[in-house]
């Protein structure tokens, strides 16, 4: 079994140990060592990264009781290797798992909710709770945890004796068989875990909650911790930043200034579907001036396809045989509606035939969507007599 050497010592990155197992796969191999400072994925925490001997460590998994160090590159069995664990990745997870415990015992001692869930990744960083917080719930909490952290408490973890377990009061996520890793939070919480942890809370840094959503009768959390939280800052500064720019406003008067063009373009919109209107209806009525009363009518619109039915709608107010409709909806796409008798069913399965025309409909009036140009659409439709 390997040596946990990250249990006792989460500072300690390079090490030497001795290859047990090397089985060799494609480009990679996995290999077990004798003693390892590389943390694999548990706890709902992504694994350590660095290197072995140079080759770059992808994943470390524990597998019937071993840690599997997979390693793009090739290393025999019993040789003496060199680990290098990523201190930059592995001390922003140290912060942000210990700024986890801080806040989790917050909201146990306050609240009396356990934390049910929790996921630590590059892309994410979680914490699910088994009870609602409010905004302003986690506002005083927040709190809370900064100050515990400026306070400087010590962090130690060990792994009691079974009658000093039995006498301890102690947060965990599940039952524990065998021996249990307590982290201790000097005067704030206990709690069984395996994952490193920093010496003191002051090198947490800092704590954000950057959302709170509703999640399985409870909340879920995302948050960030000291150095991970700067760069959480900077991106939301730098995005600031853009968007200000984007609107040629200082960054106070952002909301104001969104407000109003998000205003404008509603009017914009509103002002276009207005003329949009007016130049279906012209269209439609000179059209009906000119021909004859029994024609087919078939309308190409090069407006918004929301307003096809505003132009059957007006198409109908002048005739009563089957009419179809046609708006352009991007390159060689178009948004149909055709109406009339019961002979537009037929007519949409030719369609649908001819040019994989997608839609539905019901007795007498069918829409839908259809790729073609339209020279090969006024075609199909003017064999059928509508034109
Ligand atoms: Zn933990």
Known sequence: MTERLYENDSYTVSFDAEAKSVQNGDGVCFVTLDRTFFFPEEGGQSCDRGTINGYPVTDVQIRGGEIIHTVAGQLSEGAKVHGEVDWEYRFRNMQMHSGEHV??????????????????????????????????????????????????HAIRAWVPSKEELAGLTYRSKKEIDGDV???????????????????????????????????????????????????????????????????????????????????????????????????????????FGVDARDAKPLFFLTADPGILRFAMDEAETYFTGICVVMAAQGEGRFRYLMEGDESVAALQKELKGRFGAKGGGASGSVSGSVSASGEALREFFAEHGIQ
């Open 181 to 287: 890793r307590l982290v201790e939070i000097e005067g704030v919480d206990l709690c069984a875990c395996c994952v490193p942890h920093v010496r003191s809370t002051s090198e947490i840094g800092f704590l954000k909650i950057v959302s709170l959503e509703n999640y399985k009768g409870g909340v879920r959390l995302s948050y960030r911790c000291g150095l991970r939280a700067l760069e959480h800052y900077r991106e939301c500064l730098a995005l600031l930043g853009t968007t200000g720019r984007l609107l040629s406003a200082k960054q106070e008067d952002i909301p104001a200034t969104l407000t109003k063009v998000l205003e404008d373009g509603r009017q914009l919109s509103f002002r276009l579907l207005e003329a949009e209107r007016k130049l279906v209806s012209g269209q439609i009525r000179s059209r």
């Open 103 to 152: 806040f989790s015992g917050l909201v146990f001692r306050y609240f009396g909710y356990s934390n049910v869930g929790f996921h630590l990744s590059e892309n994410s960083a979680t914490m699910d709770y088994n009870g609602k917080l409010s905004a302003d719930d986690v506002s005083m909490l927040e709190e809370q945890a900064n100050r515990i952290i400026t306070e400087g």
